[in-house]
Nanobody
Framework: QVQLVESGGGLVQAGGSLMLSCAAS????????MGWFRQSPGKEREFVAV????????IYADSVKGRFTISRDNAKNTVYLQMNSLKPEDTAVYYC?????????????????WGQGTQVTVSS
């Protein structure tokens, strides 16, 4: 059983930056593809980004491509999401996720473990 704990959320003005972190415990971190989803009130949970087990592959949602960067440190059992040029529409609860699948990571049903979420609010 893998536990995921997010941190780094908060309130930021449009155009600003935040870095989210997700610390994993209770399992072998390098066995999993790691990524991020987000969910706004009244909307479905949507895929943001994923990084492969060894960090060599990354996939981004079109809405964040060029603004967000995902990375991982397997020695620290941590995955990061650097968010730049933030927009009000990026406001959401951001969830860390772990999956056995890279190709189908973007579908929530394929996520094996979820974090509890961290709120990101971007003011205009």
């Amino acid at each position: 059983q893998v536990q995921l704990v997010e941190s780094g959320g908060g309130l930021v003005q449009a155009g600003g930056s935040l870095m989210l972190s997700c610390a994993a415990s209770g399992g072998t971190f390098s066995n999993y593809h790691m990524g991020w989803f987000r969910q706004s009130p009244g909307k479905e949970r949507e895929f943001v980004a994923v990084i492969g087990r060894n960090g060599g592959s990354t996939i981004y949602a079109d809405s964040v491509k060029g603004r967000f960067t995902i990375s991982r440190d397997n020695a620290k059992n941590t995955v990061y999401l650097q968010m730049n040029s933030l927009k009000p529409e990026d406001t959401a609860v951001y969830y860390c996720a772990a999956s056995d699948s890279l190709l189908f990571f973007s579908t929530p049903v394929n996520v094996r473990y979820w974090g509890q979420g961290t709120q990101v609010t971007v003011s205009s």
